[in-house]
């Protein structure tokens, strides 16, 4: 049965870095596009960064870009996200999930179940 489960979350001062990771079990990600979204409490998820099957194209979304990196290990079936710089508004539970398709996702449908992120100030 595939998983996906996150890690590295935790509580931390602004200013602050984290890495979280995202081991993926029951099915190699090699193929797929992979990604992190975050939910914040009251507002809805939003996509954070996306990484293609060989990582030679990334997204990070802007209200993040120049703080936050995404990357993979395909050989440890992993994904990771850098976030530097914390700020308080980056405070939500993350998520990791694959996509159904190695480039171009049209659907999410496998996710993990998230790991917290609290950011003080």
């Known amino acids: 049965q595939e998983q996906l489960v996150e890690s590295g979350g935790g509580l931390v001062q602004a200013g602050d870095s984290l890495r979280l990771s995202c081991a993926a079990s029951?099915?190699?990600?090699?193929?797929?596009?992979m990604g992190w979204f975050r939910q914040a409490p009251g507002l809805a998820r939003e996509l954070v960064a996306t990484i293609n099957w060989d990582a030679s194209n990334t997204y990070v979304a802007e209200i993040v870009k120049g703080r936050f990196t995404i990357s993979r290990d395909n050989a440890k079936n992993m994904v990771y996200l850098q976030m530097n710089s914390l700020k308080q508004e980056d405070t939500a539970v993350y998520y990791c999930?694959?996509?159904?398709?190695?480039?171009?996702?049209?659907?999410?449908?496998?996710w993990g179940r998230g790991t917290q992120v609290t950011v003080f100030s």
């Open positions: 999930a694959r996509s159904d398709d190695s480039t171009y996702a049209t659907a999410w449908p496998s």
């Open positions: 029951g099915r190699t990600i090699d193929n797929y596009l």
